[in-house]
């Protein structure tokens, strides 16, 4: 990079940083949200909600399908 292009550039350094550590919590949060290990403690979580009465079974229900469903998207991306 030039002197020229740099000084240009310069004032929208902020920005490329600020853009950058949005990009990786978002990488972050995805490989959260997509973690077999994580969904599996959350389906856990789900199951002694129920025995311990805090959840219905209707929200229980709803909670676990989405959590599975889950699961099976990050299964087939791996194995993509």
Same mark, same amino acid.
């Given at each position: 990079?030039? &002197?020229?292009?740099?000084? &240009? ?36 979580? &789900? ?34």
């Amino acid at each position: 990079m030039g &002197i020229l292009s740099g000084l &240009i550039g310069m004032p929208l350094a902020p920005l490329r940083g600020t853009v950058w550590v949005a990009e990786q919590i978002r990488d972050e949060a995805d490989k959260q949200f997509h973690d077999p290990a994580a969904i599996r403690r959350q389906l856990e979580q &789900i199951a002694d909600a129920r025995r311990a009465g805090t959840i219905d079974e209707d929200e229980a229900d709803s909670a676990e399908r989405e959590l599975v469903a889950r699961l099976i998207r990050s299964d087939r991306n791996e194995g993509a």
